[in-house]
């Protein structure tokens, strides 16, 4: 089972399926939450915020590794 709440932007919307859905029959309904209902929207909201703060916290820890190269005989010469 999947089950989003978000406030959409705009009128298109995708929507990504977990691998166990794939090639099955399913169902897709959109409706407007009722006012008691929202406090979940509202906890998805505040993960959200956590992990931007997580991720710009974070990010001077980062480190570009897209042009490193692995040499495996190199990482194994325990004779130097």
């Known amino acids: 089972m ?3 709440i978000i406030r959409p932007l705009e009128s ?5 399926l ?6 099955k029959t399913v169902e897709i309904i959109a409706f407007e939450l009722k006012e008691a ?4 929207l509202n906890s998805n909201t505040e ?3 956590i992990l931007a703060r ?8 980062l480190v570009d ?3 490193f190269n692995f040499d495996r005989n190199e990482a194994n ?3 130097e």
């Open 2 to 4: 999947l089950r989003q």
């Open 12 to 16: 298109t919307l995708t929507l990504q």
């Open 18 to 23: 977990p691998p166990d859905m794939i090639g």
């Open 37 to 40: 209902d929202k406090e979940l």
């Open 47 to 49: 993960k959200s915020t």
């Open 54 to 61: 997580i991720q710009e916290i974070t990010k001077k820890s």
């Open 65 to 67: 590794l897209s042009n």
């Open 77 to 79: 010469n325990y004779a």
